[in-house]
């Protein structure tokens, strides 16, 4: 059994910043991919980023040059940098991995930017 635990998220004003990281334990066979999304009050959820083993990078559009994502394969975390935030930005923000022995989301940490 995989488990993730994020941290990092919180209150912030408009054109702040924040750090999520997520850690992944357990039964995990080669991490695939790790990534982000988000699920905003009466919004569908929605891929934030994701990195691949190799390295790749694939953002939404909507914060493509405020966000960056980042992952260290060698202690299993994947860490979201968040820049210039903006109120749309609040969501629970979920870490999710792609393993060879499966897949696991996180339990969501709150961000919320207050204008």
């Known amino acids: 059994q995989v488990q993730l635990v994020e941290s990092g998220g919180g209150l912030v004003q408009a054109g702040g910043s924040l750090r999520l990281s997520c850690a992944a334990s357990g039964s995990i066979v080669s991490i695939n991919v790790m990534g982000w999304y988000r699920q905003a009050p009466e919004k569908q959820g929605e891929l934030v980023a994701v990195?691949?083993?190799?390295?790749?990078?694939n953002y939404a559009d909507s914060v493509k040059g405020r966000f960056t994502i980042s992952r260290d394969s060698a202690k299993n975390t994947v860490d979201l940098q968040m820049n210039s935030l903006k109120p749309e930005h609040t969501a629970v923000y979920y870490c999710r991995i792609i393993a060879t022995s499966g897949a696991a989301w996180g339990q969501g940490t709150q961000v919320t930017v207050s204008s």
């Open positions: 990195i691949t083993r190799g390295g790749s990078t």
